[in-house]
């Protein structure tokens, strides 16, 4: 388990940093409040351990092998992902109607992991470039899936909770409008700058 320091390291400077999923959930938290974010938190969360399992599997690189496959499944991802931006910056401040429009769901979360192509790209790097325990295979993966959903939903917390906070300092309808389409701006931005990160 040597390896476990650098591992735990990888992993919170890749879950932690700005990309869809942890943009997304700071706007959640910002449009809608902490507390109405749980949901949308979980769905992230799980989905995330359905893509370690999907990396993990290699059905990703089958996936990618069918002739044409690639571009069709960007496709549907960058419209997932302008739909979520859409009602990150058309969600009304808290102070007004806020209350009566739902916030992102469960399976919103859900989806937006299985399309992220970020999360796709750190789990694997992160499965194959670490090895915690020589040999064993399976339970090599089984405690990388257990630390990494541990680093995922504390990071997530974070980014929810920070999200949160800038709703408190931006009750002022105006400013918070100008906070929910900085953040769908960003969650744009971040899916952009994915090919250009490899």
């Known amino acids: 388990m040597e390896a476990l320091s650098g591992f735990l390291i990888a992993a919170l400077a890749l879950a932690g940093s700005p990309g869809p999923a942890t943009l997304s959930l700071a706007a959640a938290g910002a449009a809608f409040g902490a507390r109405r974010g749980v949901a949308y938190l979980a769905g992230l969360t799980i989905g995330m ?3 370690m399992g999907i990396v993990a599997s290699g ?4 996936l990618l092998a069918v002739p044409g496959a690639g571009p ?13 931006a859409w009602r990150i ?5 808290l102070s007004e109607e806020g209350a009566a429009r739902p916030p992102p ?6 989806l937006l992991s299985l399309v992220n192509p970020k999360g796709y790209a750190a ?12 040999g064993q ?15 995922i939903a504390v990071v997530n917390v974070g980014w929810l909770l920070v999200g949160a906070a800038l709703t408190r300092l931006f009750r002022d309808p105006r400013s918070n409008r100008i906070v929910n ?12 700058v994915l090919p250009f990160a490899a």
Do not use: H, Q
Request: charged fraction near 5%.
């Open 105 to 110: 769901t469960f399976l919103a979360g859900l």
């Open 137 to 151: 295979v399976v339970l090599d993966i089984a405690v990388k899936m257990a630390w990494l959903t541990l680093v």
């Open 123 to 134: 789990m694997a790097a992160l499965y194959s470039g670490f090895v915690l325990m020589p």
């Open 89 to 93: 910056a058309t969600a009304p401040p």
């Open 59 to 62: 059905v990703v690189g089958l």
């Open 72 to 84: 069709v499944v960007t496709g549907l991802a960058a419209l997932y992902f302008v739909w979520l």
């Open 49 to 51: 351990v359905v893509v």
């Open 181 to 192: 389409v900085a953040f769908a701006i960003l969650l744009l931005g971040s899916v952009l």
